[in-house]
C-alpha cells in the first residue's frame, strides 16, 4: 500500500497509546431511554456508557433495532414525545451536563456545538428555500453576523464541503441538487458553526458507493482539520472500519463490544461482532461462498427476559447467559477492550463454551451448532 | 464505457434468457424524454446467475422490468427458451410469463398484506390450473418448508406478522413454486440487515444449485453480486461497461468505471487503507445523456475520442468484455491482485 495516496487514519495506533493530550468531549454514562408504545415498554436504550475524545471519531454500528439511532437522537435531544430518558442517565457535554441545560435558554449549544447529519438530507433541508439561505440563516443566527458576511461565509462553506461553483449553487433549492450534493449541503449546515462534536446517523446509506466514498472522505478531512470529534453511526461495519478511532457495537439496546478500531477488528471477543463481519460478503471472497449466516433475527426489545440478548442466536451461549445479563467489562490483559460477554472469544472460556456447543450439537439456547458454522 | 453492442452475447443452446439491443424510454414528468436504458444486450446460460451492478439511475431495474415486460421495452427483443416474447399479448404472454418470475427489494409491500401465506404462495399454482386442490397444498407446503418457514405454523399467518427475512423467504417460495425457467432478484437483500442478508443469500444459492436455476440478479452491492454470480454485467447511465466472469471482473477491472466502483467499496478491515474518491461529481441526467462515452464526463481518464464516438463492446481478453477506447487492459501487474489500491488512475479527487 502506498501511504502518500490514502487519507486513512495513519495515525490511529498513535491515538491509542495516548501519546496525544486526550480531552474528553463527551461522556455518555448508562443511557437509558424507553419508549411507551402499544405493545409494550420499548427499551430501546438500556444502559450506555462512550466517550469520546477530542479529534476522534467513534464508530456505533449496530443492525436495525440495536438501538444506535436512539442514542444519537438522545444526545441531540430529539426524540418523540412518547421516549422517556430515565432517571440516571447523564450526557456531558464539553463538561456540561445536558439533562441541566435548558434548550430554550441555551440556543446556541445545539447546532453549534453539537450538530448532526441525518441519513436523509431532507430531514434538515427545508424544499421552499434555496440552500445559500438556510446556511446564511443559520450563520446570522448563530454567529450574529451581518447579511453580507453571512452570504460570503456560506458560499465558502459550499466550497469547503466541495460543491462546485458554490456562488451559483447559493440559489439552488434542494430539489435542484442530487443526494450527495443535498448530503454536502446538511454537512455545510452541520459544521457552519464549528461544532465540538457531530454525529452522522448512517449519512451515506442512501448514496450510491462511489458518492458514498466522496461523502465520508470529505467528513474525515473536515473533521481532522478542524479536530472535531465525531460520532459515525453506521450498520456497516466497513464504512468505520477505515474510519473510525474507536467502534461500539451495538446489540439490542446495549454496548456488546468496544474496543479501538484495530483492536477490534484484530481479536473480537464478543461472538456478535464475529458474527456480524463474517456475515458481511466481501469484494476479496471467492464468488459462490457460502456465507455464515446468524441464525434467527434482531429482538424486538419489549419487556427482555433475564440474559444476554444475543444469546438465542449465539453459538457460544451456555446456561448462565440464559439467567444473568453479562455486563461490559474490559480484559486485564487489554483495558481499553470491553466486552459484555460471559465467555468471550479468544479465552479459555470462550473457546471452552464453543467446543462444549460444537460436541453437543446445540447451545443451551436450543440453536442447531454445526463445526462448519463456528469460526 | 457506456457502450453499445452484442459482442458479449453467447451463440450457446444453453441460452435461457436473451435480451438484445433493448431500448426503455419514457416521458419524464416535464415531459421531456428519458433514456433509461440504451441498447443493452444480456443473455444467461441455464443454471448460470447474471449479476447486474450498477449505481442508481443506471437502468438496471429498468432491464429487468423490460424482460419481464412490466412494461414491455420502447425496442428489443426478448428471447425466453427460444421464444420471442415481447410481442405476446394478454393470455399468450400471461402463460409466457410463469417461466419468468420476480423477486422485489421491499418484501413486504410485496406480499398482499390481507392473504395468508399458504394462499400467496398457492395463488399462482391455482392461475396456472391443471392441478387438483391437495396437489396445490401439497407443493406450497414443501416450498414452505423449502425456503426454511415453519411448515405448521406459517401458512395460517399473513405478512405483517413475518420480518423482512421471512417475508423475503415468502416472496421466494411464492417464485419457485411455479418452477420458473428465470428468477428476476431487483435488490432482494438491500432492505434487509447484514445478518439477515447473508441468510438470504444462502437460501438463493441453495435454490440455483438445487434446481439449475437461471437468475438474473440486481444489486448495487457488488461484493452481494459477486457472491451470488457466476457472470457479472456492469451498468452506467443506461449502457453496458463491462461483462466478464464474477471472480475477475472487480480484480483486474478493465473499464475504468468499473475500477472506481472497485476501489469504493468500503472493506471492513483498518488495514487496507482507505483512498481518496474514485470517481468525482455526480451521475449525469439520463435526459440529456452525454455524447460518445457516458461515463467520460466523470472519467479519470478521458480523452477527446470518448466525447466523439461511442465505444462498442469488444473482448479484450478471453470471456471479458469492454466499452472502452482505453481499456486498462496493460496497466495492472498481474502479481498484484490488490487492484484497489494502485496509486494511478486517481486523478481528481474532490476532497
Given at each position: 500500500m502506498t501511504m502518500q495516496t490514502t487519507v486513512g487514519r495513519g495515525s490511529n495506533e498513535g491515538n491509542q497509546v495516548g501519546e496525544r493530550m486526550t480531552r474528553e468531549v463527551l461522556q455518555v454514562d448508562n443511557l437509558r431511554v424507553w419508549f411507551h408504545t402499544p405493545a409494550g415498554l420499548v427499551r430501546a436504550v438500556d444502559g450506555v456508557d462512550l466517550r469520546v475524545n477530542q479529534g476522534e471519531t467513534l464508530g456505533i454500528v449496530g443492525e436495525s433495532g440495536s438501538g444506535k439511532s436512539v442514542m444519537a437522537r438522545a444526545i441531540m435531544k430529539i426524540l418523540p414525545p412518547n421516549a422517556e430518558v430515565l432517571e440516571g442517565s447523564r450526557i456531558v457535554l464539553d463538561g456540561r451536563d445536558l439533562a441541566r441545560v435548558n434548550p430554550k435558554k441555551e440556543k446556541h449549544l445545539w447546532g453549534v456545538d453539537l450538530a448532526m447529519v441525518f441519513q436523509d438530507p431532507m430531514t434538515s433541508l427545508t424544499p421552499v428555500m434555496t440552500v445559500g439561505r438556510q446556511l446564511s440563516e443559520t450563520l446570522r443566527y448563530h454567529k450574529k453576523l451581518g447579511r453580507v458576511a453571512a452570504r460570503a461565509e456560506a458560499v465558502d462553506l459550499l466550497r469547503r464541503v466541495g460543491i462546485p461553483e458554490p456562488a451559483k449553487r447559493y440559489n439552488y433549492y434542494p430539489h435542484n441538487l442530487s443526494g450527495g450534493m443535498r448530503q454536502r449541503v446538511t454537512i455545510a449546515l452541520a459544521i457552519s458553526c464549528s461544532p465540538k462534536l457531530l454525529i452522522a446517523d448512517e449519512p451515506t446509506t442512501a448514496l450510491d458507493v462511489t458518492v458514498q466514498h466522496q461523502i465520508l472522505n470529505l467528513l474525515q478531512s473536515l473533521q481532522e482539520s478542524a479536530s472535531m470529534s465525531m460520532i459515525l453511526v453506521t450498520h456497516d461495519l466497513g464504512v468505520v472500519a477505515g474510519r473510525a478511532d474507536h467502534i461500539a457495537v451495538m446489540y439490542a439496546g446495549r454496548v456488546v463490544e468496544r474496543a479501538p478500531t484495530r483492536q477490534l477488528f484484530a481479536h473480537m471477543r464478543h461472538p456478535y461482532t464475529r458474527a456480524l463481519i463474517d456475515a458481511i460478503p466481501r469484494v476479496g471472497m471467492p464468488s459462490q461462498a457460502r456465507l455464515a449466516s446468524i441464525p434467527g433475527r434482531p429482538p424486538v426489545i419489549i419487556d427482555p427476559p433475564p440474559g444476554c440478548s444475543f444469546a438465542p442466536r449465539c453459538p457460544s451461549a451456555q446456561e448462565r447467559c440464559l439467567k444473568e445479563t453479562p455486563k461490559l467489562e474490559s480484559g486485564t490483559d487489554s483495558p481499553g477492550h470491553g466486552t459484555a460477554c460471559f465467555f468471550p472469544l479468544g479465552t479459555a472460556a470462550g473457546d471452552e463454551a464453543r467446543r462444549r456447543n460444537v460436541e453437543a450439537g446445540t447451545t443451551a439456547a436450543g440453536a442447531p451448532v454445526s463445526p462448519a458454522t463456528v469460526v | 464505457m457506456a457502450g453499445s453492442g452484442t459482442a458479449h452475447l453467447r451463440e450457446d443452446a444453453d441460452v435461457v434468457l436473451r435480451a438484445k439491443n433493448l431500448y426503455v424510454e419514457y416521458e419524464g414528468r416535464g415531459g421531456e424524454r428519458v433514456f433509461a436504458v440504451s441498447d443493452v444486450s444480456i443473455d444467461a446460460l441455464r443454471g448460470e446467475t447474471v449479476g447486474l451492478v450498477g449505481e442508481s439511475g443506471c437502468g438496471k431495474s429498468s432491464v429487468a422490468r423490460a424482460i419481464m415486460?412490466?412494461?414491455?421495452?420502447?425496442?428489443?427483443?426478448?428471447?425466453?427458451?427460444?421464444?420471442?416474447?415481447?410481442?405476446?399479448?394478454?393470455?399468450?404472454?400471461?402463460?409466457?410469463?410463469?417461466?419468468?418470475?420476480?423477486?422485489?427489494?421491499?418484501?413486504?409491500?410485496?406480499?398482499?398484506?390481507?392473504?395468508?401465506?399458504?394462499?400467496?404462495?398457492?395463488?399462482?399454482?391455482?392461475?396456472?390450473?391443471?392441478?387438483?386442490?391437495?396437489?396445490?397444498?401439497?407443493?406450497?407446503?414443501?416450498?414452505?418448508?423449502?425456503?426454511?418457514?415453519?411448515?405448521?405454523?406459517?401458512?395460517?399467518?399473513?405478512?405483517?406478522?413475518?420480518?423482512?427475512?421471512?417475508?423475503?423467504?415468502?416472496?421466494?417460495?411464492?417464485?419457485?413454486?411455479?418452477?420458473?425457467?428465470?428468477?428476476?432478484?431487483?435488490?432482494?437483500?438491500?432492505?434487509?440487515?447484514?445478518?439477515?442478508?447473508?441468510?438470504?443469500?444462502?437460501?438463493?444459492?441453495?435454490?440455483?444449485?438445487?434446481?439449475?436455476?437461471?437468475?438474473?440478479?440486481?444489486?448495487?452491492?457488488?461484493?452481494?453480486?459477486?457472491?451470488?454470480?457466476?457472470r457479472i454485467v456492469v451498468m452506467y447511465l443506461g449502457k453496458i461497461c463491462e461483462v466478464g466472469s464474477s471472480d475477475e471482473l472487480f480484480e483486474r477491472p478493465t473499464h475504468p468505471y468499473t475500477r472506481a466502483l472497485a476501489q469504493s467499496i468500503p472493506e471492513p478491515d483498518p488495514d487496507v487503507p482507505v483512498g481518496p474518491a474514485a470517481l468525482t461529481g455526480d451521475l449525469p441526467s439520463p435526459i440529456d445523456p452525454p455524447s460518445g462515452c457516458r461515463f467520460r464526463t466523470r472519467c479519470p481518464i478521458a480523452q477527446d475520442r470518448c466525447a466523439a464516438e461511442e465505444p462498442a463492446i469488444r473482448e479484450v481478453s478471453p470471456g471479458r468484455y469492454t466499452a472502452c477506447h482505453f481499456p486498462l487492459v496493460e496497466s495492472e501487474s498481474p502479481e498484484s491482485p490488490e487492484s484497489r489500491e494502485s496509486p494511478e488512475l486517481r486523478a481528481g479527487e474532490t476532497v
Open positions: - | 415486460q412490466l412494461p414491455p421495452p420502447t425496442s428489443g427483443t426478448v428471447e425466453l427458451a427460444g421464444e420471442r416474447i415481447e410481442r405476446l399479448r394478454g393470455s399468450a404472454l400471461r402463460k409466457k410469463r410463469r417461466q419468468l418470475q420476480m423477486i422485489f427489494q421491499d418484501p413486504i409491500s410485496s406480499l398482499n398484506p390481507s392473504h395468508r401465506v399458504k394462499d400467496i404462495i398457492a395463488e399462482g399454482l391455482r392461475i396456472q390450473g391443471g392441478l387438483s386442490n391437495d396437489e396445490v397444498s401439497a407443493r406450497t407446503s414443501a416450498m414452505i418448508e423449502r425456503v426454511g418457514l415453519d411448515p405448521r405454523r406459517a401458512p395460517q399467518r399473513r405478512p405483517h406478522e413475518f420480518s423482512g427475512g421471512q417475508c423475503q423467504r415468502i416472496s421466494i417460495a411464492r417464485a419457485m413454486v411455479l418452477d420458473p425457467e428465470v428468477l428476476i432478484c431487483d435488490e432482494p437483500v438491500s432492505a434487509l440487515d447484514v445478518s439477515v442478508q447473508a441468510q438470504i443469500l444462502n437460501l438463493l444459492r441453495e435454490m440455483k444449485e438445487r434446481y439449475q436455476l437461471t437468475m438474473l440478479f440486481i444489486a448495487h452491492d457488488l461484493a452481494v453480486v459477486k457472491n451470488l454470480s457466476d
